[in-house]
């Protein structure tokens, strides 16, 4: 009888742990849709990339997963050095943004790249605050047309 009472004990606490889990799970996938529908748009900022370049940067994020962006390297003069458009697929999970480049306009960059996963700070209908792949705070502001 003592082993029948522990065996429920330990398949009523799995059965728990397995619920709570898959509540865990959905609640998740719920709200890295709900971040993915704020991504939709288009966006903007700078980002300083070294001590004497800065990126200026827009990307159109759209509904059916797909994105295109340019970015556009700039001296402490303001004097354009480089230009590079970017496009492919996106998908957010764990409140992450993974990106895959399918095209890009430089040259020597193997395609497809997939970026590892870029936190997602905040998103809203103004701002969208991410870490990029090497760790740094990127801000970006909502178009509004």
């Known amino acids: 009888m003592r082993t029948s009472i522990l065996t429920m004990a330990v398949l009523s606490t799995a059965l728990m742990i397995t619920a709570c889990a898959t509540r865990n799970q959905s609640q998740r996938l719920s709200e890295d849709e709900s971040l993915r529908r704020k991504l939709v ?47 492919g697929t996106f998908v957010v999970t764990n409140r992450a943004v993974v990106c895959t480049f399918t095209n890009c306009s430089e040259n020597g960059v193997s395609l497809p790249r997939k970026v590892p996963p870029e936190p997602i700070v905040r998103v809203d209908d103004h701002e969208l605050v991410i870490i990029n792949e090497n760790g740094q705070r990127v801000v970006s502001r909502k178009v509004l047309h």
């Open 41 to 87: 748009g288009e966006w903007q900022g700078t980002l300083s990339i070294s001590t004497n370049e800065l990126a200026s940067f827009k990307s159109n994020i759209r509904s059916d997963g797909s994105f295109s962006a340019e970015n556009n390297i700039y001296d402490t003069s303001g004097h354009l050095l480089r230009a590079a458009q970017w496009g």
